[in-house]
């Protein structure tokens, strides 16, 4: 406090939370960071933090003050990660304001802590290979070889929609870009632009897509009708939820089912859709099941380290848990069997001769 009364921090950096964040903090994010990750952090800004603690100077700011914030925010019933993420928004505020003379005490997020009594997030889907095969079979192109290449090579929306024919070859891809919201960026990490390997049906499902494009040997692969990159959000709005949200009774799509004369109900044996993300997470899963070691899914997932694809993208079913259980079931009986048999021996217990121990 003494530092800040005597007047170290200039006068012109003496301003309000809200004026920092919007003149400098997100227009900082915006150079440093990915679009998608810009959309999160103005969103958990105008949505969360903006409200209860915008007008607040921030030079006053204290670990007191960032508590109470996280705990009115928690008030809102949100889960545990997104509590997290609000937290580490807040950190990079101050932490930011520390390196601009901005703010000049310790991070007050730092010795914060969120509502332990948050919930945990739900758990995130990853499709089987059955399922996956079941939607190509459904799905009319591109969105069929679309999904073929989330579910067969993992990759990320993003890089989908940035794929390059010119960078197709050898039996590879190379990820060289990703396109989110029309915004063209490198991958996501150093190790996001290795090459990944084509299975020979996800090939074949390509070359016929090259072919019916008209055999280009540059430019997008998934193109639109000007020759733009073709958006995913509206191949799976036109394209991949009419194809999988039909009806039980008359197979008619759900926006195709107003005059019927029956109600709407969904067919169940169709995979529900959850989103390109899943079918990445379906690869390591699936990879997993075949016995693929961890570091191998990571290579193929690209991760920075393999404690992500562990903890977020090998998913194990049901399925998966009984037959490790009926695994251990029978080694335990195998070994039971090869057990020498010593049979019983009488011991006499040397404290009271009247007792016996078989």
């Not at 390196?99 to 089987?128: H, L, V």
């Not at 679309?146 to 067969?152: E, L």
């Amino acid at each position: 406090m003494a530092t800040i009364n005597s007047g170290a921090i200039p006068a012109d950096r003496i301003v309000t939370i809200s004026d920092f964040v919007e003149r400098v903090y997100l227009p900082w994010v915006e150079m440093h960071r990915r679009p998608s990750t810009v959309k999160g952090y103005r969103d958990i800004w105008e949505d969360h933090l903006k409200p209860i603690c915008g007008q607040v100077w921030l030079k006053d700011a204290r670990t007191y003050h960032v508590q109470g914030w996280l705990n009115q925010i928690a008030a809102a019933k949100l889960s545990r990660n997104t509590l997290k993420h609000i937290k580490s928004v807040i950190s990079g505020i101050f932490t930011l304001a520390k390196q601009q003379d901005y703010f000049q005490a310790e991070n007050p997020a730092r010795d914060t802590a969120i509502d332990p009594r948050a919930s945990e997030p739900e758990e995130t889907y990853a499709y089987s290979l059955e399922e996956l095969q079941t939607i190509i079979a459904l799905l009319p192109e591109p969105a069929a070889t679309a999904f073929a290449v989330a579910g067969y090579m993992g990759l990320r929306h993003g890089e989908i929609q940035g794929l390059l024919w010119q960078n197709y070859r050898d039996g590879e891809i190379y990820i060289s870009r990703s396109i989110w919201n029309g915004r063209v960026s490198d991958p996501k990490t150093r190790k996001g632009r290795a090459p990944v390997p084509v299975i020979r049906q996800l090939a074949d499902r390509l070359e016929i897509h090259r072919l019916r494009c008209g055999n280009p040997q540059s430019g997008p692969i998934f193109v639109n009708a000007v020759g733009k990159p073709l958006a995913l959000t509206s191949v799976v709005n036109r394209l991949i939820l009419p194809a999988l949200n039909r009806c039980e009774k008359c197979s008619k799509s759900e926006s195709e089912h107003e005059k019927a004369d029956h109600a709407y109900k969904r067919n169940d044996s169709i995979p529900k859709w959850h989103g390109w993300h899943a079918a990445r997470r379906g690869l390591g899963s699936n990879l997993y099941r075949l016995g693929v070691h961890e570091l191998v899914i990571q290579r193929i997932l690209r991760h920075a380290n393999v404690s992500t694809t562990a903890s977020y993208y090998i998913k194990s079913a049901a399925d998966d848990v009984r037959n490790a259980m009926a695994k251990l079931e029978n080694q335990i009986a195998e070994s039971n069997q090869r057990q020498p048999d010593f049979g019983t021996e009488t011991i006499i217990c040397p404290a009271d001769d009247e007792h016996l121990i078989q």
